[in-house]
Structures are given as structure tokens and as C-alpha cells.
């Protein structure tokens, strides 16, 4: 580079305008590239800003050497490098380069509206080239729904790698040091990698420390598309991804109450579509609402469009805790080995997960301890009925329910749980599943519920006489397991219940099936307003099994026993009493059929099933209005039962 002419007496270099503003650049994009950008929004646009340029030197053999840079805006943003040193820098046709640029003594103040200071003792870029801009292009100001100049400089650079050791951002009590940043392969609002050491913050008391973070393919077009109603205009529509992957790892939270930690956070595949609100209008909005605290109450139609632009323009891969760990002095400890969620946009989620999680429960200070945990298929539909009327001012009380959002879940699971309770002692659940495929209206039409080992200590029961039987049975322990299955069909309007069972394990199952006929669309759609309709409800079959599971046999010894009876002799007899007791229900044909399996199961307990079948389906009704003698009549005239045991 040739000598530059100076004035006599003076160390200000006589510089084009356009190398004035380089070595400034050179900076912002730095602090852009880092701090994320910190830029005022102004009504009107303000004068360019001013850059001062210390000294310069240059020995020839193509380094330049500048001291004591500055550039200020009137937003109130500054930046001053107290040494800057380009490697072969050239310029042409309004565009520079430099193999190698570096910065000492960086102080970046980012305004009333930043964070504070930004400072960076040193840093090197190497490959970086750009836009060479005026003064004008330098600004940080901007109007609401329109970038600031500088942000489509930084936009535009390129780096093929930046390394700044140390940099810490604000002082005292609100201040963050970062080391070892390395961002890798800066082009044109790309990024392909960032990546940082230790990280240290406090924040009024509370001290976050970081082991290390990553930042993996990233790209800030999509996000800048949000911020200027040019670029949101032209932008292409569909999902655009900002980053791929973002890591952090060795969290660590003190506070006064407490403290937490977080072995690792990874969150992948973060995308972004251009909002379909002016970036202009969008902002005046948030302003709005976070000026005024009843703006949304008074302007419906503006939150509408606010959630109607926010909902369908990002989605997530997934995000994911590892090794989390919370005490605090309010509240009691807690850890989960994993927490994941899958899946996730603006309406839906495709599934949360919990692992290994283990506490004490506030309620009454005991341990628990759970393996697993997930909800999946998580969506919120039918929105455009409710936003709709919330749009036209129809308080959200006042909607329809058939237009309110139809929260649904396909599945949720459990397993391994593990707690103690003062009045029931060690409690215990194997496995629990609830899986609802199809919905309609607000409610599953078809639902499964798998219950697995449930246990807990006989002597806690409530049941008094319960509780004495199993203790007969020399159950210590009572363990139940239990299955639920329903599904309504819409084109005939039926519900059948079953595979429906409940088992005690080393007593008994008992199982339940049918078939309700008439039960109406309004029932998922309203429930509260489907009561009339459900008065046409029918049965149209019943199914009713009963499996020996070592209690039975053991309750006739004990009758037997305890009335001083032969126990062979007792199944004819409570057969004898059931057929009495049946006839006067179901008639004395279904009755006998009815007694006679049950001698013969009771007789050798081993499995007891009973059949219903109608000839004409039986109104339920006089269930729940009255008139019992109807019923029995229906049950006593249509009715045919099949009944077997072995």
C-alpha cells in the first residue's frame, strides 16, 4: 500500500472516505456478528454518523496499522478500537477485502437500548471481505418495518473465521463474559458454525455459568425477512431454517434460593417463514401491547393478526435437556436425567418426553422417583372459528363451544413410578398408558387405557372389610392392573366398550364388553348441551367374564370356614341363591343358564363367562328418569344370555 500524504504537523492521515470507513466496518461487523446487533428504531431518519480516525501508518509491504478509531451515531451507539491492523487490504468497486484484520481495545457501547458496553480486549478475522460503504450505510438507526443500513453490511460480509479469546458484555451486576469464540465461515448472513468456551453472567444476584456453546448452520436471512417490509415482501414463502443446531453445555444457575444444573441443552432445526403481517405493523402492535396492559382487551382484531402471523411461520425439530438439577429453598429438589420435546410448531407438538425424574413432593415431603413420562400427538385445532369471533369482539365466554379451540392429545404414557405417602405407604405403578387416535368434536371417540401394576400396601386401604379380606388371603401387597377401550362410529352411532378389565392380582379379573346404541355426535361436539339426545340411548349386548386368579378359591375356603359349611357343597348353593335372585331381572330360562355356570366355575374356578344378547335394544332412559318396572320389563322380554365356564 503507498505512503499517505499527511497534513504538516499532524498524524491524521488525508484518507479517502471510503478507507475512513473501513476500519470501522471491520468492527461493526464484529460486534454485529457477536452482540447480535443492538439497533434504535427512529421516527425519522437521523444525520450519518461520525468517524474519527486517530492515526494510520502503513510500512509498504501491504499492513496497515490504525490507532484510536471511532464512529458514533446519534442513536446513541459507538464504537471505538484502540488498535486496528489489516493485512493486505485492498478496495474496488465499492467493495474491500484483507487477508487478515486485527483488533485490540475494542469498546462497543450499544446504546440506551442495548445491553451496555461491549468490550474485546482483541480479535482476529482472517479472509473478510464486503461492501465498502459511506457514512451513511454505517447507521444503527432505523425506522419501524425497515433494517438499519449497518445490518445489511453485516448481512452481506464475509469471514472465513473469527476468534475473539475474551469479551465481556455490561459491568457489575448485569454483565456476561464470554471466552474462546470462534465463529467459522461468515458469508452473506451465514454462518456455519459459533462456538465459545466458558461463559460467565450475573444478573442482579443470580451468577449463570456455561461450560461451553455451539451454534451449528446457521442463517440470519429468514430472521432478518421479520424486521424490513421490503425483504418480507420479496422473500419466498415456506419454512427457511435460522440454525440447525444450538448447544449448550455445564449450565449452572445460583441464585439467593437456590440453585440449578444443566448438564447439556441442544436445541435442532430452527426454521422461520416470512410473516404474513407487515414487519412495520407487526412492531407497532408489540409496542402497543407493551405500553398499554389492556391495548389486547381493546383491539382483538390486532392480537388476532399478531397470532395468526406468529403461528404458522416457525417450527422446531426438537429441544432437549440433559441432566437437570434444581434446589431451591421455596421449593423442594428436583432432577431429570432427560426432557425432550419433538416436533413443535405453531399449533402442535409432536411429543414431550421426561426421563428419569426424581424429587420430593411439596404436598407431604416424600420421595418419588418416575422412569418416563411422555404426552404425544399434542395440537390445538380448530382456531379460525375462535379467532374469528374473538376478531369480531366476541368475548372469549361468549363463543360457541363448538367454535372453541379443540385441545387434543393422540397418546400419553407413564411408567416406572415410584412414591411414598404418610397414610398409604410405598406406592408403585409399573406402566400406565392413555391413547386416544381419533377425535371428534372436543372429546376422544376412541380411547385405550392400560393400567399396570398399581400397588400398594393391603393395610392402608379405606375399605375396612376389603382390607380384611385380602388379609385373609395373606395379600401384603395389593397390585391391580386394568384395561379400557371405547370407540364410537359416527355412521351408525354406536359406542362399544370393551376389551374393558380390572384385575387383582392373586384374586381375580373381571372383565366388561358391549355395545351402546344411539349415542349422538352432540355428546364430543357439546357435551353439556347432548342430554336430550342421550335420552335415546340403548344397550344392544353385554358381555360380563369373571377369571380366577387364586382369590376366589381361597374365599370359599374361608366361607366355608367361617360358617362352619362343607365347601363342596357351597357352589350348589350360591348358585341356588343367584338363580333366585336373577329370575325376577332376566326370567327364570336366563337365571338357570346363569346359575348353572357358576356352580360349574366355582365348583373348579377357572374362567366364568357370561353373554347378553337383545332381541330389540333396551332404552336406558329409565336410568336416569325413572321407571325401574319399564326397564326390567325390556331386559326380561329381549333379553337371551349364553353362559359357560371352564
Same mark, same amino acid.
Given at each position: 500500500?503507498?505512503?499517505?500524504?499527511?497534513?504538516?504537523?499532524?498524524?491524521?492521515?488525508?484518507?479517502?472516505?471510503?478507507?475512513?470507513?473501513?476500519?470501522?466496518?471491520?468492527?461493526?461487523?464484529?460486534?454485529?456478528?457477536?452482540?447480535?446487533?443492538?439497533?434504535?428504531?427512529?421516527?425519522?431518519?437521523?444525520?450519518?454518523?461520525?468517524?474519527?480516525?486517530?492515526?494510520?501508518?502503513?510500512?509498504?509491504?501491504?499492513?496497515?496499522?490504525?490507532?484510536?478509531?471511532?464512529?458514533?451515531?446519534?442513536?446513541?451507539?459507538?464504537?471505538?478500537?484502540?488498535?486496528?491492523?489489516?493485512?493486505?487490504?485492498?478496495?474496488?468497486?465499492?467493495?474491500?477485502?484483507?487477508?487478515?484484520?486485527?483488533?485490540?481495545?475494542?469498546?462497543?457501547?450499544?446504546?440506551?437500548?442495548?445491553?451496555?458496553?461491549?468490550?474485546?480486549?482483541?480479535?482476529?478475522?482472517?479472509?473478510?471481505?464486503?461492501?465498502?460503504?459511506?457514512?451513511?450505510?454505517?447507521?444503527?438507526?432505523?425506522?419501524?418495518?425497515?433494517?438499519?443500513?449497518? @445490518?445489511?453490511?453485516?448481512?452481506?460480509?464475509?469471514?472465513?473465521?473469527?476468534?475473539?479469546?475474551?469479551?465481556?458484555?455490561?459491568?457489575?451486576?448485569?454483565?456476561?463474559?464470554?471466552?474462546?469464540?470462534?465463529?467459522?465461515?461468515?458469508?452473506?448472513?451465514?454462518?456455519?458454525?459459533?462456538?465459545?468456551?466458558?461463559?460467565?453472567?450475573?444478573?442482579?444476584?443470580?451468577?449463570?455459568?456455561?461450560?461451553?456453546?455451539?451454534?451449528?448452520?446457521?442463517?440470519?436471512?429468514?430472521?432478518?425477512?421479520?424486521?424490513?417490509?421490503?425483504?418480507?415482501?420479496?422473500?419466498?414463502?415456506?419454512?427457511?431454517?435460522?440454525?440447525?443446531?444450538?448447544?449448550?453445555?455445564?449450565?449452572?444457575?445460583?441464585? %439467593?434460593?437456590?440453585?440449578?444444573?444443566?448438564? *447439556?441443552?441442544?436445541?435442532?432445526?430452527?426454521?422461520?417463514?416470512?410473516?404474513?403481517?407487515?414487519?412495520?405493523?407487526?412492531?407497532?402492535?408489540?409496542?402497543?401491547?407493551?405500553?398499554?396492559?389492556?391495548?389486547?382487551?381493546?383491539?382483538?382484531?390486532?392480537?388476532?393478526?399478531?397470532?395468526?402471523?406468529?403461528?404458522?411461520?416457525?417450527?422446531?425439530?426438537?429441544?432437549?435437556?440433559?441432566?437437570?438439577?434444581?434446589?431451591?429453598?421455596?421449593?423442594? %429438589?428436583?432432577?431429570?436425567? !432427560?426432557?425432550?420435546?419433538?416436533?413443535?410448531?405453531?399449533?402442535?407438538?409432536?411429543?414431550?418426553?421426561?426421563?428419569?425424574?426424581?424429587?420430593?413432593?411439596?404436598?407431604?415431603?416424600?420421595?418419588?422417583? !418416575?422412569?418416563?413420562?411422555?404426552?404425544?400427538?399434542?395440537?390445538?385445532?380448530?382456531?379460525?372459528?375462535?379467532?374469528?369471533?374473538?376478531?369480531?369482539?366476541?368475548?372469549?365466554?361468549?363463543?360457541?363451544?363448538?367454535?372453541?379451540?379443540?385441545?387434543?392429545?393422540?397418546?400419553?404414557?407413564?411408567?416406572?413410578?415410584?412414591?411414598?405417602?404418610? *397414610?398409604?405407604?410405598?406406592?408403585?405403578?409399573?406402566?400406565?398408558? !392413555?391413547?386416544?387416535?381419533?377425535?371428534?368434536?372436543?372429546?376422544?371417540?376412541?380411547?385405550?387405557?392400560?393400567?399396570?401394576?398399581?400397588?400398594? *400396601?393391603?393395610?392402608?386401604?379405606?375399605?375396612?372389610?376389603?382390607?380384611?379380606?385380602?388379609?385373609?388371603?395373606?395379600?401384603?401387597?395389593?397390585?391391580?392392573?386394568?384395561?379400557?377401550?371405547?370407540?364410537?362410529?359416527?355412521?351408525?352411532?354406536?359406542?362399544?366398550?370393551? %376389551?374393558?378389565?380390572?384385575?387383582?392380582?392373586?384374586?381375580?379379573?373381571?372383565?366388561?364388553?358391549?355395545?351402546?346404541?344411539?349415542?349422538?355426535?352432540?355428546?364430543?361436539?357439546?357435551?353439556?348441551?347432548?342430554?336430550?339426545?342421550?335420552?335415546?340411548?340403548?344397550?344392544?349386548?353385554?358381555?360380563?367374564?369373571?377369571?380366577?386368579?387364586?382369590?376366589?378359591?381361597?374365599?370359599?375356603?374361608?366361607? @366355608?370356614?367361617?360358617?362352619?359349611?362343607?365347601?363342596?357343597?357351597?357352589?350348589? @348353593?350360591?348358585?341356588?341363591?343367584?338363580?333366585?335372585?336373577?329370575?325376577?331381572?332376566?326370567?327364570?330360562?336366563?337365571?338357570?343358564?346363569?346359575?348353572?355356570?357358576?356352580?360349574?366355575?366355582?365348583?373348579?374356578?377357572?374362567?366364568?363367562?357370561?353373554?347378553?344378547?337383545?332381541?330389540? %335394544?333396551?332404552?336406558?332412559?329409565?336410568?336416569?328418569?325413572?321407571?325401574?318396572?319399564?326397564?326390567?320389563?325390556?331386559?326380561?322380554?329381549?333379553?337371551?344370555?349364553?353362559?359357560?365356564?371352564?
Amino acid at each position: 500500500m503507498a505512503s499517505l500524504p499527511r497534513h504538516a504537523g499532524s498524524h491524521r492521515p488525508r484518507l479517502d472516505l471510503r478507507r475512513r470507513i473501513a476500519p470501522s466496518l471491520l468492527a461493526l461487523v464484529l460486534a454485529g456478528t457477536v452482540s447480535g446487533g443492538a439497533f434504535a428504531q427512529a421516527s425519522s431518519p437521523p444525520p450519518p454518523p461520525r468517524i474519527i480516525i486517530g492515526t494510520s501508518s502503513d510500512d509498504g509491504s501491504g499492513t496497515s496499522v490504525f490507532g484510536n478509531v471511532e464512529l458514533s451515531s446519534p442513536g446513541g451507539a459507538s464504537v471505538h478500537i484502540t488498535r486496528l491492523t489489516l493485512t493486505n487490504f485492498k478496495h474496488e468497486n465499492g467493495r474491500f477485502q484483507a487477508d487478515d484484520a486485527k483488533l485490540e481495545g475494542v469498546e462497543i457501547r450499544l446504546g440506551e437500548a442495548g445491553p451496555g458496553t461491549l468490550e474485546i480486549p482483541s480479535a482476529s478475522l482472517h479472509a473478510l471481505s464486503g461492501a465498502l460503504p459511506d457514512k451513511a450505510a454505517l447507521s444503527t438507526s432505523a425506522s419501524p418495518g425497515s433494517l438499519p443500513p449497518i @445490518a445489511g453490511l453485516l448481512l452481506a460480509a464475509k469471514a472465513e473465521r473469527i476468534e475473539i479469546p475474551q469479551m465481556q458484555i455490561g459491568a457489575g451486576d448485569r454483565s456476561a463474559t464470554y471466552a474462546d469464540i470462534v465463529l467459522i465461515n461468515l458469508d452473506s448472513g451465514r454462518l456455519a458454525s459459533l462456538a465459545a468456551g466458558k461463559v460467565m453472567a450475573v444478573h442482579k444476584g443470580s451468577q449463570i455459568s456455561l461450560g461451553s456453546l455451539r451454534l451449528g448452520g446457521a442463517d440470519f436471512n429468514p430472521y432478518a425477512d421479520w424486521l424490513d417490509n421490503s425483504r418480507a415482501a420479496k422473500a419466498a414463502p415456506g419454512l427457511k431454517t435460522v440454525y440447525d443446531s444450538f448447544e449448550l453445555n455445564d449450565i449452572g444457575l445460583n441464585e %439467593p434460593d437456590g440453585s440449578s444444573r444443566l448438564k *447439556k441443552v441442544t436445541i435442532a432445526g430452527l426454521k422461520l417463514a416470512p410473516p404474513n403481517l407487515k414487519p412495520s405493523e407487526l412492531a407497532d402492535t408489540l409496542e402497543k401491547m407493551g405500553a398499554d396492559n389492556t391495548y389486547a382487551d381493546r383491539h382483538p382484531a390486532d392480537v388476532v393478526r399478531l397470532v395468526r402471523t406468529v403461528l404458522p411461520a416457525f417450527s422446531l425439530d426438537s429441544v432437549t435437556l440433559e441432566g437437570l438439577d434444581i434446589h431451591s429453598t421455596k421449593d423442594r %429438589p428436583v432432577s431429570a436425567a !432427560l426432557v425432550r420435546i419433538e416436533a413443535i410448531s405453531g399449533s402442535a407438538i409432536g411429543e414431550i418426553r421426561f426421563g428419569d425424574i426424581a424429587g420430593v413432593s411439596n404436598d407431604d415431603n416424600q420421595p418419588f422417583t !418416575l422412569g418416563s413420562l411422555s404426552l404425544r400427538g399434542f395440537s390445538v385445532g380448530n382456531l379460525d372459528k375462535f379467532l374469528d369471533a374473538i376478531a369480531a369482539g366476541t368475548p372469549p365466554k361468549a363463543v360457541d363451544i363448538e367454535d372453541y379451540p379443540q385441545v387434543r392429545a393422540a397418546s400419553f404414557a407413564m411408567s416406572d413410578f415410584s412414591g411414598e405417602s404418610p *397414610k398409604q405407604g410405598p406406592i408403585r405403578v409399573e406402566g400406565f398408558t !392413555l391413547d386416544a387416535p381419533q377425535w371428534t368434536g372436543l372429546l376422544p371417540s376412541q380411547l385405550s387405557l392400560h393400567l399396570k401394576g398399581l400397588s400398594g *400396601k393391603t393395610g392402608t386401604l379405606d375399605d375396612a372389610d376389603g382390607r380384611a379380606t385380602l388379609e385373609k388371603f395373606g395379600i401384603d401387597t395389593m397390585v391391580i392392573n386394568a384395561d379400557a377401550n371405547l370407540a364410537w362410529a359416527e355412521a351408525d352411532k354406536t359406542l362399544a366398550f370393551g %376389551p374393558t378389565s380390572a384385575e387383582i392380582e392373586k384374586v381375580a379379573k373381571v372383565s366388561l364388553n358391549g355395545t351402546i346404541g344411539n349415542v349422538p355426535k352432540s355428546l364430543f361436539l357439546n357435551p353439556a348441551s347432548s342430554y336430550p339426545e342421550l335420552l335415546s340411548a340403548d344397550m344392544r349386548g353385554l358381555s360380563i367374564g369373571l377369571e380366577e386368579r387364586g382369590g376366589i378359591r381361597k374365599l370359599l375356603d374361608i366361607s @366355608a370356614k367361617e360358617n362352619n359349611a362343607d365347601v363342596e357343597q357351597l357352589p350348589k @348353593a350360591l348358585a341356588g341363591l343367584a338363580s333366585a335372585r336373577l329370575t325376577g331381572l332376566i326370567g327364570a330360562v336366563n337365571a338357570e343358564k346363569i346359575a348353572a355356570a357358576l356352580q360349574t366355575f366355582l365348583s373348579d374356578p377357572g374362567r366364568l363367562q357370561i353373554d347378553m344378547t337383545t332381541s330389540t %335394544p333396551i332404552a336406558l332412559a329409565p336410568l336416569v328418569i325413572g321407571g325401574a318396572d319399564q326397564l326390567l320389563d325390556q331386559i326380561r322380554n329381549n333379553v337371551t344370555v349364553d353362559a359357560k365356564a371352564d
